[in-house]
Every structure is written in structure tokens, then in C-alpha cells.
């Protein structure tokens, strides 16, 4: 058994739950509504943090993105992250591009550190330039207001929110003895989320003490059966990010040799980043179900996956979860035009723990309990392939009706 | 210039326009709803025909669909089709195999003819075994009704339809002298269209006279730019069959040497095809608007459709249609996702002919006409991705609340 024990952090505030962190979040206007909405924030460690990430695969990539991407390869130490909703500063161009450095360059202007230092994410309409005077007023009032109180963290992860209707946020604690390391974390997260991250920020900052590429190697791993296992709408966002920063002030750093402090960190780390996961499928743009869609049985891992995202991004499917209809014959189809070969009469699937078919075979008379079933805000779909002993999981949501006129105009 | 011309049958009644051919369509209450509704019918003709067939590459296969893939496949000729519509006959295992054998067969002993000498079609609902004792008095009526006035071309056009608002009927005249050939068609639709066909069943017939390996080639070609280019909601049906009878009754002969009139029943063949396409996506359910998506400048064919698929499948892309908003944005984010490496700098859209986004930079100053196009019923969108000279052309169309207000419930 571990030392180190894993706690949940009761009613979390966000990222100033770890130790060194400030954050804020202001309203500097950039959707021009003049609501006052909270739009523009910062996440500030005095100390220099490791910084790891993962970024959007889509080939357009927002102006930020391609600014974190190679500020986080350089290797070189941050102190902190601008972030904005409203704007995603994506399928902008060269101005783009200019927008988001003189934003970090500003930032770094302010808390006189050196150029490199800072970040920045942004999420919202996509096409339109960043309103530059609104958001350098915003930068100045978000330096000015950093702080770590419970307001703080909760005004920084409402800042970035978007068709988002909750803020999201959590945390861990790990403990040791005197030991004690904090993981914090908000995300924001609603339409457009797929695998590989999508319309997705999420910032975690922890008080570990821990080498870059070490951070890196750790954070890929927790991304990989949480955010990548995720699917809302199956589009892919410009500008799906997560950062991880490290800032050591908790006394404890990351040794090589501790394979027990290794081993409770990636597994807080993952916790949170799951429960982010869960948070922003739960909330997806006009959901009214949330569906873990578990394939068993297959040849290999990817395999796996492939088929369950061909009935996780099934039109059909997802509205049939929307209709409480036990459905079973698209789940089939869905698999069958997946890509795998597989065979009808090697399939099986379950409700929950509830069979439906068993080698091709339906079993109709458990047609009510499967009804039961899908009409919970929550249950799973297992297929079993018949092919071999990978599995994947993938946590998915219905489609409604109101999703589609909530898209129909931006 | 060819001595063949090429004229539209003005108001067509469907398979019976062809030399030879017979059809029905009758009630024999396959839904259970005893409303009269035709829900099963009949193409026959007296003389053998070459058969050819392209069927949906979902590898969980109706069992009407591995019958006819089998009889096409030995390449004996064939004298008749049986189609129903209300129950697929789709993962029913052995039994519904068995039963699309018995329909087979007793549609054989009625006329007399030898095994192996009927195909048979089926679409509805997936998962329940075929009602055998409705649909054998409904194969013996079927039998008993053929003919080749209106009447019949239209109620077995009707007989096939599901959640199609309208029966799709087409054909065309080859002329050359005292020499005519007729092709004549129809079509069911609707949900669960996308490439590779999907819930659509297409039967096509021709008094041309041609051996069966030709007849498969020309319609393999037809089908690429017609069936295979069109996509709904982006799933794939178990049962979707396209299948070309040809019966020589019109005394006209293909001749492997006689390239005229085979340039001229291809192009007869792909006119008549892409009509019924066309018709299908139209037809789509609940759609509103039908959007051709081209995309140029890939650097092949397959990386071009690709690209169309990724954007004519997006929820977020489809949404926007149905909205009438000239949403650019999510059409490039959508580009970005599909595999192919794009640059966003080196893309240029077109919503008709009017440009949107020249090499990266958005033309704000044509809104007003965006507007205007992406309002009409159809419109075009060019994505010219700059890396190549192929192209490829996808008919699609938009997603509206109704479609899943529709599919929640079967």
C-alpha cells in the first residue's frame, strides 16, 4: 500500500487551491453586450513553473495554440496563463497571431518578468480579430485583481466559460505525513468535444515541484482516458487545450527514484482530469444523457476505440439515447460500418449489466428492463466484439433537439 | 458527336417505362397497423436478365442483402426482384435468412422459374424477424397484380417507401434512329443516407441487352459520383442496395466493340442514378436545405472526399445550414479535423461563387451575399485546400431539431 493517501478537495475553488497560485477573472467586454460578464482572467505563480500541454490535432489551429505549443516545447519556465472567453482568436492569421503576443507580452510587461513567461488560451467565436483595446484594458485589470481567495479561483473559471452552464472545477490533495501536495483545476468545456480535445480548456496547477519532460510525460498519460475519451458532437475544436504548471511550492518535488510519489501523483492527476472529463460531457451543449459507451472483446486498443466512437458519433444512436429508446439494432449498425470487421454473430451487448444480445442473438425479453435503463440520466453501453481481449471506454452524450437550434445560429 | 441522344421521360412511371418489365405493389400489413399501406411488390419479366448490384459495405449485412450478394455473385441470370418495406430483415440471424430464402422461393414457384432466379429487398425496422405468413399472401398478390400500365411503375415505386415524404421515380431514352433503349428507375430514401448507401434501395431496369460482367462494371461507375456521393446523417444502412436488371427487350444489343452506345447507356445510366441521388438527399428526413460541398485543389481523389465528408458530416456545419448562417468558420475548423494536413493559409472558400476566404483571410465585406446564398434551399460550398489539383463533389444536407425529434422514438 502507498504512503501517500488521495483525498477530493470538498467544494474545490479551482486553481488557487494549490499552494503560490493567484488567479482572477474580469470583464474587459470582448463580446460587447456590455453585461459585465467575466471574460478575460490570469492564472499567476510568483515562482517559475514547469509547464506541460496538450494541444488540439486539428491542422487550424488557433493563434494561441500555436503560441503555447512553442512556448511549452521550448522547455523554458512560465509564471502564468491569460485566458478569454467570447473570442477564440482562431482562422485569424498573421494578426492573430501578433494579437496573442502582444497579450503575453503585456502580461509579462506587468508582472516584470521575462519574455516567454506567460501563455495564453482563448475560446469563442471563431474568424473575428481579438478586440485588442478591450482586452489590454482586460490584461491590466486581471493583473491588478490577481489574488487567492475563494472569489479568485471562482472568478477565474467563470471567466472562461462559453455555452458552459456551470463552472467547473476540483482538486486533490496527496498526503504523507507532513507531506502534503495539491493538484487544482478548472475547465470549460460544452460544444464541440471530441477525442483529441475540443472547443476544451482545462488548467491544472499543482504545488509538486517536478522537471518539464517528467510533467509532460505524466499529463499525456492522465489526457489519455479522460479528455481523450470524451465526445459531445464529434467536432474538433481550433483550440483545445490543457495545461499542467508545477510551481515546487509545496516543498515536495518529483525524485525519479520515488516511485510511490510518481505513482499517487498520476493517479491524482488523472482523477482530476476524469472528473473535469465527466464535468464537461455532463454539461455538453443541450445534453439530457450522459452514456459510457465501453467496447470488450476487440483485437487491439485502437480497434477498440474505432468502434466506439462510430456509435458514439452515430446520429441515429444519439437520438435514440435522447428518446429513451432501447435502440440496440443502430448500436449493431453503427459497429458494423466502423471500420472493424466484425461479425453479427460474434456480438453481444449489454444495458448496463443487462443483456441484449448474445452472439447476434436479441433477447427480447428483457426489452423492460432495458427501457428502465435508458431512460437514467446515466447508463452504459457494452459491446463485446468477439475478437480478441483490448477494450476502450468513451464517455458520450445524446443529441437533442435543442442542440441543433442552439447551433442553428451562432 | 455521338449518333445516340439522350432524352428524360417526361412524368415516369418508374421500372415499367422499360420494354418487358412488369411491377406491383400491394398491402399485406407488414407494420401492423392494418391502414392499407403498400408495403410489398414485385419487378418481373418474362425474359432473363442480366443482374448487376452494389450493396452496402456495412459488415452487419441484412439478410436480404447477402442473398442478393451471393445470386449477383454466381452470375446466373435473374427474372424478378421482390422489395418490401417495414421490416429490414436486419440482425435476424439464421431465421431471417431462412426467410428471405422462403421468399425467394415461393416468388420461384409462382413463376415458374428455376432457383436462384428472384433477388429480394428489404428496409424498415432492424432486429425483428419478417411477419412470413403476411408477407407469403403478400408475394402471392404481388405475383397476381403485375402489369406494366401506370398504376403498377407507381405502386411499386410507392411500396418500398419508409420515412420518404414522396416515391422517387426517373428514366431516360437512348435514341439513335429507329434503334431506343430505355432505363427506367426508382428509389427509396430517407434516413441513414451516406456514402458507401445507406437505407436506400435503388432498382434500376433496361431493355438493353448486356452481358452481366459489363453490366456490373458500368454500374460500379455510375454509382461512384451518384449513390456514393451523398450523405444525410452520416450513418450506414444494413440493407442498402442498388440493383441494374437488364432484359434485351429492346432488340438492342451492347456490343463490346460499339463504344458509342456504351458511352451512351454510361452516361443514360449516371444521368438516371444522379437524379435518384439527388432525389434521395432532397427527400432526406426532416432536412431543409440541400448543399453540395466541392472540394478542390486536394492532392487526390480520395484525400477530396475526405475532406467533403468531414464537413458534411459535422453537427456543428449542419447546424449552421439549417440556420441559414454563414458560418466559415466551422467549415475550415471542420477542413482542419479530416486527416488531410490543410494550412489555413493556404485555403480559399466559396459559398456559390462568391468568395468568402481568400488564402487564410476572411472577405468580411461579401456578408450580405453569404447571407443571401446559405438562405436559399440549395447552395454550393467550394473549399479549395491548396495542395493539389483533384477534386470531389458531395450532395448533403443540413440537420434539423425535427430530424432527431424524429429518430427519438421509432
Redo the contacts between chains.
Keep these: 500500500m502507498s504512503a501517500w493517501s488521495i483525498e477530493w478537495v470538498e467544494s474545490s475553488n479551482g486553481v488557487t487551491d494549490a499552494k503560490g497560485f493567484r488567479a482572477s477573472g474580469v470583464s474587459c467586454d470582448i463580446r460587447g453586450k456590455s453585461n459585465g460578464q467575466l471574460d478575460i482572467g490570469m492564472v499567476y505563480s510568483s515562482s517559475p513553473c514547469s509547464v506541460a500541454g496538450t494541444f488540439t490535432?486539428?491542422?487550424?489551429?488557433a493563434a494561441p495554440v500555436l503560441l503555447d505549443q512553442s512556448r511549452v516545447r521550448s522547455g523554458r519556465p512560465v509564471h502564468g496563463v491569460i485566458a478569454n472567453s467570447g473570442n477564440a482568436n482562431?482562422?485569424t492569421?498573421d494578426e492573430g497571431y501578433a494579437n496573442a503576443e502582444a497579450q503575453v507580452a503585456l502580461a509579462e510587461g506587468l508582472s516584470g518578468r521575462t519574455g516567454g513567461s506567460f501563455l495564453v488560451c482563448s475560446t469563442g467565436?471563431?474568424?473575428r480579430q481579438m478586440p485588442m483595446d478591450k482586452v489590454k484594458k482586460g490584461i491590466h485589470a486581471a493583473w491588478e485583481s490577481l489574488g487567492d481567495d475563494v472569489s479568485h479561483g471562482h472568478a477565474f473559471s467563470q471567466c472562461i466559460l462559453t455555452s458552459d452552464t456551470r463552472p467547473k472545477r476540483c482538486g486533490v490533495i496527496l498526503r504523507n505525513g507532513a507531506r502534503e501536495v495539491r493538484i487544482a483545476a478548472c475547465a470549460k468545456g460544452a460544444?464541440?468535444i471530441r477525442p483529441?480535445m475540443a472547443t476544451m480548456l482545462a488548467f491544472v496547477v499543482t504545488d509538486l515541484g517536478c522537471e518539464q519532460a517528467d510533467l509532460q510525460m505524466l499529463l499525456s498519460e492522465a489526457v489519455e482516458d479522460s479528455f481523450n475519451s470524451i465526445t459531445v458532437?464529434?467536432?474538433?475544436?481550433?483550440n483545445d487545450t490543457v495545461l499542467l504548471l508545477a510551481n515546487g511550492s509545496s516543498g515536495v518535488s518529483l525524485d525519479a527514484a520515488d516511485i510511490e510519489l510518481r505513482s499517487a501523483f498520476l493517479k491524482g492527476l488523472s482523477t482530476v482530469c476524469e472528473r473535469l472529463a465527466y464535468l464537461i460531457v455532463g454539461d455538453g451543449e443541450k445534453i439530457s444523457k450522459v452514456v459510457t459507451v465501453k467496447i470488450v472483446g476487440a483485437p487491439d486498443r485502437e480497434s477498440a476505440r474505432k468502434v466506439a466512437y462510430s456509435i458514439a458519433?452515430?446520429?441515429?444512436v444519439k437520438?435514440?439515447w435522447?428518446?429513451s429508446?432501447p435502440?440496440?439494432?443502430?448500436v449493431?449498425?453503427?459497429?458494423?460500418?466502423s471500420g472493424?470487421?466484425?461479425?453479427?454473430?460474434d456480438m453481444s451487448m449489454y444495458y448496463d449489466a443487462c443483456p441484449v444480445?448474445k452472439n447476434?442473438?436479441?433477447l427480447d425479453e428483457n426489452i423492460s428492463q432495458w427501457r428502465e435503463i435508458v431512460s437514467k440520466k446515466e447508463f452504459s453501453i457494452v459491446l463485446d466484439v468477439g475478437m480478441g481481449h483490448a477494450e476502450a471506454r468513451l464517455l458520450a452524450s445524446d443529441?437533442?433537439?435543442?442542440?441543433?437550434?442552439?447551433?442553428?445560429?451562432?
Tied chains: 1, 2.
Excluded: Q
Excluded at 490535432?57 to 489551429?61: F, G, L, Q, T
Excluded at 458532437?233 to 481550433?238: K, L, R
Design positions: 490535432s486539428n491542422r487550424v489551429k482562431a482562422c492569421g467565436r471563431i474568424g460544444g464541440m483529441d458532437d464529434g467536432d474538433m475544436s481550433t458519433h452515430s446520429a441515429l437520438s435514440s435522447a428518446g429508446d435502440n440496440w439494432g443502430r449493431l449498425c453503427a459497429a458494423g460500418y472493424l470487421p466484425v461479425k453479427e454473430s444480445v447476434g442473438r436479441v443529441l437533442t433537439p435543442e442542440y441543433i437550434e442552439f447551433n442553428m445560429h451562432e
